[in-house]
């Protein structure tokens, strides 16, 4: 009976070992092949992640050359929009100066057309010219003194003005001498306001370049004397001043 139930013990034990070896033949089995099978699986899937990684940092890449070239397009043409800018700016102030220069001049020769127009009744009471060193337009000692000695006659002239007339000889640029000329003219009316006050709607100015030469230009002496200013003292009240009041020739 015992040997019996050994051997029916041993039979069961044999089989439980069986079934046990089988489920963990089983079980070793199917992990594997759960692994393999995942592995397979997620392979591609890894394999297109890195893929679309790269992509998208070579895309990145491709995005900041496109912005740091679209930067630097943009800097260039502003750039040369601000140097555009700039010339315009330049050509405007230079037209404005250009219509300044214009209606100056045309209201300078307005008012000594004006002036011109009433010079009829003026009469001439003296005149004075004084000369100027080659190129220069600064007077001298001698120069002073001559405008002194007409100054001195007018506070005893009424309405009268002052014909201030600048030349030069014919050396040198047309354009130039004529701005020479002015200078000329200019200085000895800046002396006369200055030292004497008189009223600058008192000078009637103009310079004549080599217009209207007062001796030949062929010596160095003829030169010298066309290198003047000539004043001329003049008033519309000549028939009533004292008749003391007589031209001072030059």
């Known amino acids: 009976m015992n040997s019996t139930k050994e051997l029916m013990d041993k039979k069961i034990k044999s089989a439980c070992t069986a079934i046990l070896a089988s489920a963990f033949a089983i079980v070793f089995t199917v992990g594997c092949s759960t692994k393999n099978y995942v592995r397979s699986q997620t392979a591609p899937i890894i394999q297109q992640t890195n893929e679309l990684d790269s992509k998208t940092a070579a895309d990145h890449r491709a995005i900041m050359d496109t912005d740091e070239r679209a930067k630097a397009g943009i800097a260039n043409a502003q750039n040369a929009a601000n140097a555009a800018d700039q010339h315009a700016l330049a050509a405007g102030q230079a ?16 008012s000594l057309s004006g002036v011109v127009a009433n010079l009829d009744n003026y009469k001439q009471l003296s005149d004075v010219s004084v000369t100027f060193a080659f190129d220069k337009a600064v007077l ?12 001195a006659n007018l506070s005893s002239v009424r309405g009268y003005i002052l014909s201030v007339t ?9 354009n130039y001498n004529y701005q020479l000329s002015q200078r ?11 030292k004497y006050n008189i009223p600058p709607h008192k000078f009637y100015l103009v310079g004549i370049g080599k217009d209207q030469q007062v001796a030949p230009d062929s010596t160095a002496a003829g030169r010298a004397k066309n290198r003047r ?4 003292l003049m008033s519309n009240m000549a028939d009533k001043l004292p008749t003391t009041a007589t031209p001072n020739g030059q």
């Open 229 to 232: 200013v000539n004043i001329k």
């Open 95 to 110: 037209a404005n100066t250009a219509n300044g220069s214009a209606q100056e001049a045309y209201n300078r020769v307005d």
């Open 166 to 174: 600048g030349g030069t000889d014919s050396v040198g640029d047309a």
């Open 140 to 151: 001298t000692a001698d120069d002073k003194k001559q405008l002194d000695e007409l100054a």
């Open 184 to 194: 000329r003219a200019d200085a000895v009316a800046n002396y006369l306001v200055t």
